[in-house]
Protein backbone atom coordinates (compact mmCIF):
# COMPACT_ATOMS: atom_id res chain seq x y z
CA UNK A 1 0.00 0.00 0.00
CA UNK A 2 2.99 2.42 1.07
CA UNK A 3 4.54 1.86 -2.41
CA UNK A 4 1.33 2.11 -4.08
CA UNK A 5 0.94 5.49 -2.34
CA UNK A 6 4.32 6.57 -3.60
CA UNK A 7 3.72 5.48 -7.27
CA UNK A 8 1.21 7.57 -7.45
CA UNK A 9 2.57 10.71 -5.54
CA UNK A 10 4.97 10.15 -8.90
CA UNK A 11 2.18 10.33 -11.56
CA UNK A 12 0.98 13.46 -9.92
CA UNK A 13 3.47 15.34 -9.65
CA UNK A 14 4.36 14.39 -13.66
CA UNK A 15 0.57 15.56 -14.32
CA UNK A 16 1.22 18.72 -12.67
CA UNK A 17 4.12 19.81 -14.26
CA UNK A 18 2.87 19.07 -17.56
CA UNK A 19 -0.15 21.08 -16.92
CA UNK A 20 1.27 24.02 -14.91
CA UNK A 21 4.41 25.28 -17.12
CA UNK A 22 3.93 27.79 -20.49
CA UNK A 23 7.44 27.58 -21.73
CA UNK A 24 7.96 26.89 -25.54
CA UNK A 25 9.56 23.45 -25.95
CA UNK A 26 13.28 22.46 -25.26
CA UNK A 27 15.08 20.20 -27.72
CA UNK A 28 17.83 18.03 -27.24
CA UNK A 29 21.34 19.54 -27.84
CA UNK A 30 23.81 17.86 -25.73
CA UNK A 31 23.64 19.78 -22.31
CA UNK A 32 25.55 18.94 -19.23
CA UNK A 33 23.35 19.02 -15.58
CA UNK A 34 23.66 19.55 -12.10
CA UNK A 35 20.66 17.63 -10.45
CA UNK A 36 20.81 18.13 -6.65
CA UNK A 37 17.50 17.08 -4.83
CA UNK A 38 15.66 14.83 -1.95
CA UNK A 39 14.50 11.42 -1.44
CA UNK A 40 12.02 9.31 0.58
CA UNK A 41 13.19 5.94 1.07
CA UNK A 42 10.76 2.73 2.12
CA UNK A 43 13.55 0.52 3.41
CA UNK A 44 13.40 -3.34 2.99
CA UNK A 45 10.35 -5.24 5.26
CA UNK A 46 13.30 -7.13 6.69
CA UNK A 47 15.49 -4.19 8.06
CA UNK A 48 12.54 -3.54 10.46
CA UNK A 49 13.38 0.32 9.85
CA UNK A 50 11.11 2.89 9.56
CA UNK A 51 9.32 3.71 6.47
CA UNK A 52 9.18 7.57 4.53
CA UNK A 53 12.58 8.85 5.55
CA UNK A 54 14.01 11.60 4.02
CA UNK A 55 17.19 11.68 2.21
CA UNK A 56 19.50 13.71 -0.31
CA UNK A 57 21.40 13.21 -3.46
CA UNK A 58 23.74 14.74 -6.12
CA UNK A 59 24.03 13.89 -9.78
CA UNK A 60 25.76 14.84 -12.26
CA UNK A 61 23.97 14.67 -15.82
CA UNK A 62 24.79 14.50 -19.33
CA UNK A 63 22.74 14.48 -23.01
CA UNK A 64 24.85 11.95 -25.23
CA UNK A 65 22.09 11.34 -27.82
CA UNK A 66 18.78 11.76 -29.22
CA UNK A 67 17.40 9.07 -26.29
CA UNK A 68 19.97 8.75 -24.10
CA UNK A 69 21.14 9.91 -20.97
CA UNK A 70 24.40 9.40 -18.31
CA UNK A 71 24.01 10.43 -14.50
CA UNK A 72 26.41 9.65 -11.83
CA UNK A 73 26.16 10.64 -8.35
CA UNK A 74 26.06 9.99 -4.47
CA UNK A 75 22.14 9.78 -2.18
CA UNK A 76 21.95 9.33 0.93
CA UNK A 77 19.33 8.16 3.77
CA UNK A 78 18.71 7.28 7.09
CA UNK A 79 15.54 5.59 9.13
CA UNK A 80 15.10 4.70 13.10
CA UNK A 81 14.41 1.38 13.35
CA UNK A 82 10.95 -0.18 14.25
CA UNK A 83 11.70 -2.71 17.13
CA UNK A 84 10.40 -2.31 20.37
CA UNK A 85 13.49 -1.90 22.56
CA UNK A 86 15.93 -1.71 20.23
CA UNK A 87 18.02 1.73 19.61
CA UNK A 88 20.00 3.16 16.51
CA UNK A 89 19.34 3.65 13.08
CA UNK A 90 19.86 2.15 9.34
CA UNK A 91 21.74 3.98 6.85
CA UNK A 92 22.39 3.80 3.53
CA UNK A 93 24.48 5.72 1.18
CA UNK A 94 24.61 4.72 -2.72
CA UNK A 95 27.81 5.91 -5.78
CA UNK A 96 26.01 4.96 -9.07
CA UNK A 97 25.82 5.27 -12.65
CA UNK A 98 22.22 5.20 -14.21
CA UNK A 99 21.62 5.02 -17.96
CA UNK A 100 18.36 6.68 -18.62
CA UNK A 101 16.26 6.11 -22.35
CA UNK A 102 14.19 9.06 -22.99
CA UNK A 103 10.80 8.60 -24.82
CA UNK A 104 10.82 12.32 -25.93
CA UNK A 105 12.89 15.76 -26.07
CA UNK A 106 10.06 17.95 -25.43
CA UNK A 107 9.42 19.99 -22.31
CA UNK A 108 7.86 17.13 -20.36
CA UNK A 109 10.25 13.87 -20.73
CA UNK A 110 9.50 10.62 -19.65
CA UNK A 111 11.83 8.41 -19.23
CA UNK A 112 13.21 4.59 -18.00
CA UNK A 113 16.24 3.89 -16.26
CA UNK A 114 18.83 1.21 -15.13
CA UNK A 115 21.90 1.20 -13.10
CA UNK A 116 24.45 0.11 -11.13
CA UNK A 117 27.49 0.86 -8.44
CA UNK A 118 28.07 0.76 -4.94
CA UNK A 119 26.48 0.60 -1.51
CA UNK A 120 27.36 1.09 2.27
CA UNK A 121 24.69 -0.23 4.30
CA UNK A 122 25.11 0.30 8.18
CA UNK A 123 22.20 -1.65 10.44
CA UNK A 124 23.00 0.22 13.45
CA UNK A 125 20.76 -1.67 15.60
CA UNK A 126 21.77 -2.61 19.47
CA UNK A 127 19.27 -4.44 21.43
CA UNK A 128 18.37 -3.83 25.32
CA UNK A 129 20.94 -6.28 26.58
CA UNK A 130 23.77 -4.32 24.99
CA UNK A 131 23.67 -6.92 21.85
CA UNK A 132 24.50 -6.10 18.15
CA UNK A 133 21.89 -6.71 15.84
CA UNK A 134 23.63 -5.66 12.75
CA UNK A 135 26.70 -4.15 11.14
CA UNK A 136 27.99 -2.48 8.27
CA UNK A 137 28.93 -3.79 4.94
CA UNK A 138 29.91 -2.28 1.38
CA UNK A 139 28.61 -4.35 -1.46
CA UNK A 140 27.06 -3.71 -5.42
CA UNK A 141 24.35 -2.56 -5.89
CA UNK A 142 21.75 -2.32 -8.83
CA UNK A 143 18.50 -0.36 -9.55
CA UNK A 144 15.84 -0.12 -12.17
CA UNK A 145 12.51 2.51 -12.19
CA UNK A 146 10.78 4.96 -14.44
CA UNK A 147 10.36 8.67 -13.91
CA UNK A 148 10.33 11.78 -16.12
CA UNK A 149 11.95 15.37 -16.37
CA UNK A 150 10.09 18.57 -17.15
CA UNK A 151 12.14 21.83 -18.37
CA UNK A 152 10.64 24.87 -17.83
CA UNK A 153 13.32 26.54 -19.95
CA UNK A 154 16.74 25.79 -21.77
CA UNK A 155 18.57 26.00 -17.77
CA UNK A 156 16.31 24.78 -15.42
CA UNK A 157 13.74 21.66 -15.01
CA UNK A 158 12.59 19.08 -12.73
CA UNK A 159 13.31 15.50 -12.52
CA UNK A 160 11.04 12.71 -10.56
CA UNK A 161 11.78 9.41 -9.95
CA UNK A 162 10.32 6.12 -8.79
CA UNK A 163 12.84 3.04 -8.34
CA UNK A 164 14.02 -0.23 -6.65
CA UNK A 165 17.49 -0.59 -5.20
CA UNK A 166 19.07 -3.87 -4.47
CA UNK A 167 22.11 -4.38 -2.23
CA UNK A 168 23.23 -6.34 0.47
CA UNK A 169 23.45 -5.76 4.43
CA UNK A 170 24.09 -7.12 7.18
CA UNK A 171 21.35 -7.52 10.52
CA UNK A 172 20.06 -10.15 12.38
CA UNK A 173 16.98 -12.30 11.06
CA UNK A 174 14.44 -14.16 12.44
CA UNK A 175 17.20 -16.53 13.43
CA UNK A 176 18.62 -13.72 15.34
CA UNK A 177 22.49 -14.55 14.40
CA UNK A 178 24.23 -11.25 12.44
CA UNK A 179 24.52 -12.23 8.43
CA UNK A 180 24.98 -11.03 5.22
CA UNK A 181 21.27 -10.70 3.04
CA UNK A 182 19.92 -9.02 -0.03
CA UNK A 183 17.94 -6.10 0.36
CA UNK A 184 15.44 -3.92 -1.83
CA UNK A 185 14.72 -0.70 -0.83
CA UNK A 186 12.03 2.02 -2.80
CA UNK A 187 13.17 5.54 -3.53
CA UNK A 188 11.09 8.45 -4.32
CA UNK A 189 13.01 11.06 -5.67
CA UNK A 190 12.64 14.53 -6.64
CA UNK A 191 15.43 17.09 -7.55
CA UNK A 192 16.22 20.35 -9.67
CA UNK A 193 17.68 20.35 -12.80
CA UNK A 194 20.31 22.80 -13.78
CA UNK A 195 21.74 22.84 -16.98
CA UNK A 196 25.26 24.46 -18.67
CA UNK A 197 26.77 23.63 -21.46
CA UNK A 198 24.32 24.23 -24.11
CA UNK A 199 25.33 25.56 -26.92
CA UNK A 200 24.34 28.93 -28.32
CA UNK A 201 23.10 29.28 -31.91
CA UNK A 202 25.35 31.70 -34.06
CA UNK A 203 24.20 35.43 -34.49
CA UNK A 204 22.91 35.88 -37.75
CA UNK A 205 25.27 38.81 -39.77
CA UNK A 206 23.16 41.05 -42.25
CA UNK A 207 25.55 41.57 -45.21
CA UNK A 208 26.28 45.51 -45.63
CA UNK A 209 24.67 46.48 -49.50
CA UNK A 210 27.18 47.89 -51.64
CA UNK A 211 27.20 51.43 -53.36
CA UNK A 212 25.76 51.43 -56.38
CA UNK A 213 27.02 54.30 -58.22
CA UNK A 214 24.37 56.14 -60.86
CA UNK A 215 25.74 54.84 -64.43
CA UNK A 216 24.68 56.82 -68.27
CA UNK A 217 22.01 54.25 -69.65
CA UNK A 218 23.64 52.54 -72.77
CA UNK A 219 23.03 52.53 -75.84
CA UNK A 220 20.87 49.84 -77.32
CA UNK A 221 22.78 46.74 -77.85
CA UNK A 222 23.11 45.56 -81.95
CA UNK A 223 21.55 42.24 -82.29
CA UNK A 224 24.17 39.45 -83.21
CA UNK A 225 24.04 36.29 -84.58
CA UNK A 226 23.45 33.48 -82.34
CA UNK A 227 27.04 31.55 -82.29
CA UNK A 228 26.52 27.43 -83.57
CA UNK A 229 26.62 25.87 -80.43
CA UNK A 230 30.34 24.68 -79.38
CA UNK A 231 31.27 21.35 -77.26
CA UNK A 232 28.34 19.43 -75.10
CA UNK A 233 25.55 19.93 -74.38
CA UNK A 234 24.13 21.51 -71.56
CA UNK A 235 23.55 18.59 -68.92
CA UNK A 236 19.21 18.23 -67.83
CA UNK A 237 20.36 18.87 -64.33
CA UNK A 238 22.90 20.61 -62.46
CA UNK A 239 21.55 20.28 -58.91
CA UNK A 240 18.83 18.83 -56.88
CA UNK A 241 18.10 19.31 -53.28
CA UNK A 242 16.22 16.97 -51.48
CA UNK A 243 14.87 17.53 -48.02
CA UNK A 244 16.22 15.11 -45.51
CA UNK A 245 12.10 14.91 -43.99
CA UNK A 246 11.61 13.48 -47.78
CA UNK A 247 14.36 10.74 -47.67
CA UNK A 248 14.73 9.75 -43.98
CA UNK A 249 12.89 9.02 -40.97
CA UNK A 250 13.77 11.73 -38.06
CA UNK A 251 17.48 10.61 -37.20
CA UNK A 252 17.52 7.74 -39.44
CA UNK A 253 19.68 6.95 -43.17
CA UNK A 254 17.47 4.14 -44.09
CA UNK A 255 15.53 5.49 -47.22
CA UNK A 256 11.95 5.78 -46.87
CA UNK A 257 9.39 4.40 -49.88
CA UNK A 258 8.66 8.44 -50.18
CA UNK A 259 12.66 8.94 -50.95
CA UNK A 260 13.36 6.37 -52.83
CA UNK A 261 10.42 7.49 -55.71
CA UNK A 262 11.74 11.05 -55.08
CA UNK A 263 15.49 9.76 -56.05
CA UNK A 264 13.91 7.92 -58.86
CA UNK A 265 11.96 10.83 -60.86
CA UNK A 266 14.83 13.39 -59.63
CA UNK A 267 17.95 11.95 -60.36
CA UNK A 268 18.10 8.15 -62.00
CA UNK A 269 16.12 8.98 -64.71
CA UNK A 270 18.35 12.02 -65.61
CA UNK A 271 21.28 10.68 -65.10
CA UNK A 272 20.78 7.08 -67.45
CA UNK A 273 19.55 9.73 -69.87
CA UNK A 274 22.82 11.47 -69.86
CA UNK A 275 25.35 9.13 -70.09
CA UNK A 276 27.98 12.20 -70.52
CA UNK A 277 27.77 13.19 -67.04
CA UNK A 278 30.65 11.61 -65.35
CA UNK A 279 31.02 12.53 -61.83
CA UNK A 280 27.97 13.71 -59.14
CA UNK A 281 29.02 14.74 -56.03
CA UNK A 282 26.47 13.55 -53.41
CA UNK A 283 26.42 15.60 -50.34
CA UNK A 284 24.60 15.35 -46.78
CA UNK A 285 23.82 17.78 -44.48
CA UNK A 286 22.40 18.46 -41.15
CA UNK A 287 21.02 20.71 -38.60
CA UNK A 288 23.20 21.86 -35.30
CA UNK A 289 20.96 20.26 -33.39
CA UNK A 290 22.79 17.26 -31.37
CA UNK A 291 25.90 16.55 -31.11
CA UNK A 292 28.81 17.86 -33.70
CA UNK A 293 30.18 14.88 -33.99
CA UNK A 294 26.77 12.71 -34.30
CA UNK A 295 25.61 15.23 -37.10
CA UNK A 296 29.19 14.93 -39.12
CA UNK A 297 28.40 10.76 -38.91
CA UNK A 298 24.60 11.15 -39.67
CA UNK A 299 25.52 13.26 -42.69
CA UNK A 300 28.02 10.57 -44.19
CA UNK A 301 25.73 7.58 -43.32
CA UNK A 302 22.97 8.97 -45.72
CA UNK A 303 24.88 10.07 -48.24
CA UNK A 304 26.17 6.88 -48.74
CA UNK A 305 22.74 5.86 -48.39
CA UNK A 306 22.08 7.80 -51.57
CA UNK A 307 24.75 6.29 -52.89
CA UNK A 308 24.13 3.00 -52.88
CA UNK A 309 20.23 3.23 -53.94
CA UNK A 310 21.60 4.74 -57.42
CA UNK A 311 23.74 2.11 -57.76
CA UNK A 312 21.24 -0.53 -56.95
CA UNK A 313 18.81 1.41 -59.80
CA UNK A 314 21.95 0.72 -62.04
CA UNK A 315 23.86 3.93 -61.84
CA UNK A 316 27.47 3.15 -62.79
CA UNK A 317 29.35 3.59 -59.06
CA UNK A 318 32.71 5.55 -60.58
CA UNK A 319 30.21 8.17 -61.73
CA UNK A 320 28.97 9.19 -57.94
CA UNK A 321 30.58 10.51 -54.81
CA UNK A 322 29.76 10.59 -51.29
CA UNK A 323 30.74 13.19 -48.95
CA UNK A 324 29.07 14.35 -45.24
CA UNK A 325 29.02 18.21 -44.20
CA UNK A 326 27.14 17.75 -41.51
CA UNK A 327 26.46 21.11 -39.32
CA UNK A 328 28.92 23.22 -41.03
CA UNK A 329 27.49 24.50 -44.33
CA UNK A 330 23.99 26.00 -42.75
CA UNK A 331 21.42 27.67 -44.81
CA UNK A 332 19.45 29.17 -41.96
CA UNK A 333 20.90 30.10 -38.67
CA UNK A 334 17.53 30.74 -36.84
CA UNK A 335 19.43 32.93 -34.40
CA UNK A 336 17.25 32.75 -30.63
CA UNK A 337 14.92 29.98 -31.50
CA UNK A 338 14.46 27.10 -28.93
CA UNK A 339 12.72 23.75 -29.08
CA UNK A 340 10.30 22.48 -31.57
CA UNK A 341 10.21 26.04 -33.07
CA UNK A 342 13.59 25.09 -34.05
CA UNK A 343 13.33 22.01 -35.15
CA UNK A 344 10.93 23.63 -37.89
CA UNK A 345 12.86 26.56 -38.56
CA UNK A 346 16.54 24.55 -39.27
CA UNK A 347 14.48 21.64 -41.95
CA UNK A 348 16.22 23.48 -44.44
CA UNK A 349 19.59 22.26 -43.36
CA UNK A 350 18.50 19.12 -43.27
CA UNK A 351 19.39 18.00 -46.58
CA UNK A 352 20.85 15.99 -49.49
CA UNK A 353 22.46 17.67 -52.36
CA UNK A 354 22.67 15.70 -55.69
CA UNK A 355 25.39 18.09 -58.05
CA UNK A 356 27.09 18.09 -60.97
CA UNK A 357 30.57 18.35 -60.17
CA UNK A 358 32.78 17.31 -63.70
CA UNK A 359 30.95 17.26 -67.19
CA UNK A 360 32.91 15.48 -70.18
CA UNK A 361 31.54 14.80 -73.52
CA UNK A 362 31.76 11.27 -74.62
CA UNK A 363 34.24 11.32 -77.31
Known sequence: MKKNLIGLAVAGAFVF????????DVAYDGAWYALPGVNVMHADSDLEAEPRSVGGFLKFGKEISEHWDVQIGLSHNRADNDLTGVSGKYRQTLFGVDALYFFSRDKFRPFLLAGVGAARNNVDYTSATGADLGDKKTSWMANVGFGAQYLFNENFGLQADLRQVWSRAEYAG???????????????????IFRFGVPKPAPVVEPTPEPV?????????VAEPAPAPVGPAEPAFEKVTLSSEVLFGFD?????????????ADVVEKMKAHPEVELVLITGHTDRIGDEAYNQKLSERRANTVKKYLVSQGIEESRLHAVGKGESEPVVECAGV?????????????RVIVEIEVQRASE
Open 338 to 350: RGKKAIECLQPNR
Open 174 to 192: SSGVVDTHTIGNTYLNLGA
Open 252 to 264: KDNLKEEGKAALN
Open 17 to 24: AASSASAD
Open 213 to 221: AAVEPAPEP
